[in-house]
């Protein structure tokens, strides 16, 4: 069993398994293919936003094994890309990290957590922006910054979620993006973007956007400017199509967009089971002009029901049909054409800044932003104390220690996470872990039934049923 000590013990470093991406307008690009970036990602939350506690001792990326179980399941599925929401600075993250980078899994990384003192508020921003608020999110920075997997940060979620919280937050969103984007140009070796996850609420979506990507007095360098631009929509429910989810409303709202766009959330699950035809669109023509990709929430079964597994309290897990369906849809995808597109090389400029870009009577469109809180600007030019610091490691063993269930309740044999080589991004068929010599790559044409089994191929062994209770905590 892959054992936390070791790997702290192991401190050889390796070479990154994915190329750290870089911002050219609104695109993510590949500096070494020069090709455009499509984020094919899961949301990874295990035991939800309620189940962040920093006097436990752990966060989704603190558990060396169970990292290696879930890396291990999504790169089965073709996933490039996690985003984990609730982290703790003071832990370490350095198994998990080099796990899911050798998995070809870039990581979005939230600042922010649910606690009060650790996140914005949404009413009164001015009551939760203050230096021990960011000192703890510059401490996020430090403690992701020199994995080359980190692909971004989000310095703010949905805190514009209703029509009445456009009031106060708009300055003090562009002022907290501003402090985190000046602590990383000051203190990371790389420049890491910096932007927003963004509820979709219709009446204002177009407002905040505007107003995070435009440029105060025309400068495109204003560090107050969103890098990207996450959107957690759930308006493709059941067998929708392009027009009838409004999606294309989205593409048509967003179209001339100078920052990569892309859902930090979708997978509505209003009429389950969960069909996911959202995939073919979010990666198809219509679509991949505007939209950088998306992430599916998510991953692990929570009280809402939008998982993909289900994973108990002895930290075994249970694939879920919405995996498998999942599964499919990704199969269908060329990710060879994809993922090999060119930037587009007249890619808009970003607006100058003005009340016209502000079609809300009600939202603050003042670009007049709020100071520093006392003590920050020290806390950028010298460096929060004491510093997290996370580096790539060796891992000793890449084989998965717990038991993995599939949907039928058969165990789904040698699981592992496959390395890739340097400069791999994952993708369909990486991870043939489990499979017989006999089974054919998942990423290639397949018939209705075997895009319903997509994913691992199993060698099952024994049928094993189970009274295990669901959505227990693992940990």
Request: glycine share 6%.
């Amino acid at each position: 069993m892959l054992l936390t000590s070791a790997l702290v013990a192991l401190g050889a470093t390796l070479a990154a398994a994915v190329t750290p991406l870089e911002l050219r307008g609104n695109a993510f690009v590949n500096p070494d293919t020069g090709n455009k970036f499509q984020i094919v990602g899961i949301d990874y939350q295990i035991n939800g936003s309620a189940g962040y506690n920093p006097e436990h001792g752990y966060d989704p990326l603190s558990i060396p094994e169970v990292c290696l179980r879930d890396a291990a399941l999504m790169q089965a599925l073709g996933v490039n890309a996690i985003r984990v929401y609730n982290l703790n600075p003071d832990l370490n993250h350095d198994a998990c990290a080099s796990i899911f980078n050798a998995a070809g899994m870039y990581m979005l990384l939230d600042v922010n957590s649910p606690l009060v003192g650790e996140s914005l508020s949404a009413f009164e921003p001015w009551t939760s922006y203050y230096a021990s608020y960011l000192n703890r999110t510059f401490a996020i920075v430090e403690a992701f910054k020199n994995y080359p997997n980190t692909l971004l940060f989000f310095s703010a979620n949905e805190v514009i979620d209703n029509p009445e919280t456009v009031k106060h937050v708009p300055p003090y969103l562009r002022a907290l993006t501003r402090d985190v984007k000046s602590y990383v140009a000051k203190h990371s070796d790389r420049k890491i973007p910096v932007g927003y996850s963004a509820a979709d609420v219709r009446n204002v979506l177009f407002d905040t956007w505007n107003y995070l990507q435009c440029a105060i007095d025309g400068d495109e360098d204003d560090i107050s400017r969103v890098d990207l631009f996450g959107l957690n929509s759930y308006s493709w429910c059941g067998d929708s199509d392009f027009e009838r989810s409004t999606f294309d409303d989205l593409v048509d709202g967003l179209h001339n967009t100078s920052v990569p766009v892309f859902f930090s959330e979708y997978g509505c699950n209003e009429s389950p089971p969960r069909l996911f035809t959202e995939v073919a669109s979010i990666y198809g023509p219509n679509m991949t002009d505007v939209f950088s990709g998306g992430l599916v929430y998510e991953y692990s079964q929570e009280d809402h029901n939008y998982g993909l597994v289900e994973v108990f309290n002895n930290k075994s897990a249970h694939l879920l049909q919405d995996y498998r369906t999942l599964a499919g849809q990704f199969a269908k995808l060329d990710f060879k054409e994809l993922q090999g597109a060119s930037p587009d090389r007249s890619m808009p400029k970003p607006p100058t800044c003005s009340r016209s870009l502000i079609r809300t009577s009600t939202f603050n469109s003042n670009f007049t932003l709020p100071d520093m809180p006392p003590g920050v600007k020290e806390l950028i030019d010298d460096g929060i104390s004491p510093k997290p610091s996370g580096r790539i490691i060796d891992i000793s063993d890449w084989d998965v220690p717990y038991t993995v269930y599939d949907t039928n309740w058969e165990i789904i044999e040698d699981l592992a996470v496959q390395p890739l080589d340097d400069g791999e991004v994952n993708r369909p068929g990486t991870n043939t872990a489990g499979s017989s010599d006999s089974d054919s790559d998942s990423s290639s044409d397949s018939s209705d039934e075997d895009d319903e089994n997509a994913g691992f191929s199993l060698r099952p062994a024994l049928a094993i049923a189970l009274g295990l209770p669901a959505a227990l905590l693992f940990w």
